[in-house]
């Protein structure tokens, strides 16, 4: 019986040892590092910025970097966003990116960006100010604050245009009984004259079908749209059917936008005839009113 009793003390004993040891064991490597925030410090050639939108490209973006840094690598992963603080520029007048030092790396950069966009019209002086978001995991952050002034409001002046006569006409003609012509292979110029009648140059003049283009850059004034047939391969089919054309335009970033259709353009129409589509007012530079012939 004792030496029953001393087997099973003996045991016991062992797996308290086994058990120990493994408890200890969880505790050592990587979970035994004392992990401490690190401090982030954001940095740009200036804080006080200064955008001339109308020198930026039409649809090109200006690009401000900002970079966020640290003393010594860590093993997370720091994501630290930009966001706006302050200020009248709404968000389709810029972009803020989100710099992420990486594990094992010292600093990220990312780039504010200020866009050239037509979506608004006239907006005016506009003001940003930028800043970290708040809460930023696995670090402490140093105050940063970014001031961006958007001055010289870049404005559309262009106004496009759409030209479409597409369409097609089956007629009896002997044998075989029916043909079927298609209005595209009739060649349409869009042109654009000034009040006495000078034609000042091409709007759409592409042989396509239909025909697209623009203008800007005027004074203001009184202009004429006119439609001018370069060929006609149905004048001389004894045809009078109508060959409507749609006229469709736009601004970017205004409330100018439009469609009409007029129906003077037909099969018996001849090379060289100009029709008169519509009349565009232009004033203050930039503002146009379209009116049908």
């Given at each position: ?193 000034d009040n006495g009648g000078n034609v000042l140059g091409y709007i759409a003049a592409t042989a396509s079908c239909p025909e697209a283009g623009g203008f800007s850059g005027l004074p203001d ?73």
């Amino acid at each position: 019986m004792k030496k029953i009793n001393k087997m099973l003390f003996l045991v016991a004993l062992s797996v308290g040892i086994f058990t120990t040891s493994c408890s200890e064991d969880d505790y050592t490597g990587a979970s035994m590092i004392n992990y401490s925030s690190p401090t982030v410090t954001l940095s740009t050639a200036s804080t006080n910025v200064v955008v001339d939108e109308s020198a930026i490209p039409e649809d090109g973006e200006f690009l401000i970097p900002v970079t966020a840094s640290i003393s010594e690598p860590v093993l997370a992963d720091i994501h630290i966003p930009l966001v706006q603080t302050g200020g009248t520029a709404d968000a389709h007048d810029f972009d803020l990116g989100t710099m992420i030092i990486t594990s094992g790396t010292t600093s990220a950069t990312t780039n504010i960006v200020i866009y050239n966009t037509c979506d608004t019209g006239v907006e005016g002086n506009e003001t940003l100010t930028v800043s970290f978001a708040d809460n930023i995991a696995n670090a402490k952050m140093t105050p940063f604050s970014m001031d961006i002034s958007i001055e010289n409001d870049w404005v559309n002046d262009v106004i496009e245009f759409e030209f479409d006569w597409s369409g097609e006409l089956t007629y009896t003609a002997g044998v075989p009984a029916e043909v079927t012509i298609d209005f595209c292979d009739a060649d349409i110029d869009f042109a654009l004259a000034d009040n006495g009648g000078n034609v000042l140059g091409y709007i759409a003049a592409t042989a396509s079908c239909p025909e697209a283009g623009g203008f800007s850059g005027l004074p203001d004034g009184t202009y004429f749209i006119l439609a001018e047939v370069y060929d006609n391969p149905f004048s001389g089919l004894g045809l009078t059917d109508a060959m409507p054309i749609t006229t469709t335009y736009s601004q970017c970033g205004f409330d100018t936008a439009g469609s009409f259709v007029n129906s003077v353009l037909n099969t018996a129409t001849i090379s060289g005839d100009v029709i008169p589509l519509a009349t565009v007012e232009i004033s203050g530079g930039y503002n146009y009113t379209v009116t049908p012939w």
